[in-house]
């Protein structure tokens, strides 16, 4: 089991033949995700080869959908064309769109994540290094090899923080990671990613990585008070952030007590949540808990 990706997973690249579209493509493509087209109006008919394997390249995501039945997009194009792209996205059916784009305007943010919504449509950043299924299929940045199936399911804000962990708790594996883009405005939340893993069969512990600035991770605390039953590990970046200065890629204002790590940290704990001080020490403790079986 796994949470929104899987190995049936059938992925569109909107952006597969610009510069970061083609990379990533291939690495995905190398991580057994089933990428089955790119998107590219202006290039449409063509196919692209990858160490092998022939992508075609359709002039919509719609034209993309009909043919190849995808129901993941990843999304690999400009800022300013962000927003067309994931409205189109929601538009042709598709049920998970991964937003890796930095820069977009936030009220294009604001736009599509809500439209999106009512159209059924889950979205993952923006601003994102996507997720992960280990062994089955990987829908963004994320590197592939640096951990393997497992127990722990990750849900984050920070891109590198992700990677960090993965590889600290990689002889443990990962049943699935989650970026979820520390933007202000995102599609999918720590609350969700904590529902779905909640609900994961294959997930036996959660690991929560939140940042300074906004109250995300203290509703992130409630929710799993009431609601979740597996044992959570978490862990802030930001404690030596200075106060009152916005922080980063989150636009994170940190302001008297307000968004710090430490009333975040406090949140948590009050939660049952243990919370490590250093991305070791968050691994050691994940590593504890399964040891001692949660």
Not at 60 to 80: C, H, K, L, R
Not at 269 to 282: F, L
């Amino acid at each position: 089991m796994a949470i929104y990706l899987t190995h049936e997973s059938k992925v569109l690249v909107q952006g597969m033949t610009g510069g970061e579209g083609m990379k990533h493509t291939r690495r995905m493509l190398a991580a057994g995700t089933d990428v089955v087209g790119g998107v590219n109006p202006r290039k449409a008919g063509r196919t692209v080869d990858f160490d092998g394997r022939a992508v075609p390249v359709f002039g919509t995501v719609a034209e993309g959908v009909a043919a190849t039945g995808a129901d993941v997009t990843v999304v690999f194009v400009p800022p300013a064309f962000a927003r067309a792209a994931v409205l189109e996205a929601a538009d042709a059916g598709i049920g998970l769109a991964v937003v890796i784009t930095e820069g977009i305007p936030v009220h294009d943010s604001v736009a599509f994540t809500s439209y999106a919504r009512h159209r059924g449509t889950r979205i993952i950043g923006p601003n994102c290094p996507g997720l992960i299924t280990p062994g089955r299929s990987d829908a963004g940045i994320i590197p592939a090899d640096i951990t393997k199936p497992g127990r722990i399911g990750l849900v984050s804000k920070s891109g590198t923080l992700t990677y960090q962990l993965m590889y600290e708790l990689r002889d443990i594996g990962f049943s699935t990671c989650v970026g979820i883009g520390g933007d202000p405005v995102v599609g999918t939340s720590h609350i969700d990613c904590l529902a779905a893993f909640q609900e994961d069969p294959d997930t036996e512990l959660v690991v929560l990585i939140g940042e300074i600035g906004g109250d995300a991770e203290e509703r992130a605390a409630a929710y799993i008070r009431g609601h979740v039953t597996k044992p959570v590990v978490g862990y802030i970046a930001g404690f030596t952030a200075p106060e009152g200065r916005t922080m980063g890629h989150a636009g994170a204002i940190v302001s008297g007590s307000a968004g710090t790590a430490r009333a975040k940290r406090e949140a948590l704990e009050a939660a049952g949540v243990r919370v490590g001080s250093t991305p070791t020490e968050t691994a050691r403790l994940v590593l504890e808990l399964l040891e001692a079986g949660g």
